[in-house]
């Protein structure tokens, strides 16, 4: 039920507009995949978008590709965000270097934006 909720919510807040939604989808998923690992999200959010996309009278193909992109980029935004961040941050650690929360998101940051951006636009394009 909850899921349907924020999908009706949603798909009234974006009432129609493919690029709000496709921007939406992929905004939450960046922000959240950045705290929480990408695969439970995307499967509990796969039928979200597709709910959204029906709700809002949209394809859901590219809010599924919204999700993907915003959840599979956004795991870059925080040192625990993906698996390789925090091998990343060990073997930092190891050599004698502590890399803080906020160092990484100092540097992650701008990057998971631009390769955010770049993909998102790339795929907003080709697809449309």
Not at 35 to 58: E, Q, R
Not at 114 to 125: C, E, G, I, M
């Amino acid at each position: 039920g909850l899921l349907t909720d924020l999908s009706r919510a949603l798909g009234n807040f974006v009432d129609g507009n493919v690029f709000l939604g496709f921007t939406v989808i992929v905004l939450i998923s960046v922000i959240l995949s950045g705290f929480i690992d990408n695969v439970p999200y995307i499967i509990a959010m796969l039928p979200l978008a597709g709910k959204l996309a029906s709700a809002a009278g949209m394809p859901d193909e590219i809010l599924m590709f919204g999700l993907l992109i915003g959840s599979c980029l956004g795991g870059n935004l925080t040192p625990f965000g993906a698996s390789a961040n925090i091998v990343a941050v060990s073997l930092v650690k190891k050599a004698g270097r502590h890399v803080g929360f906020g160092d990484w998101v100092r540097i992650a940051g701008p990057f998971t934006l631009l390769t955010t951006l770049a993909s998102a636009l790339f795929v907003w394009f080709v697809w449309r």
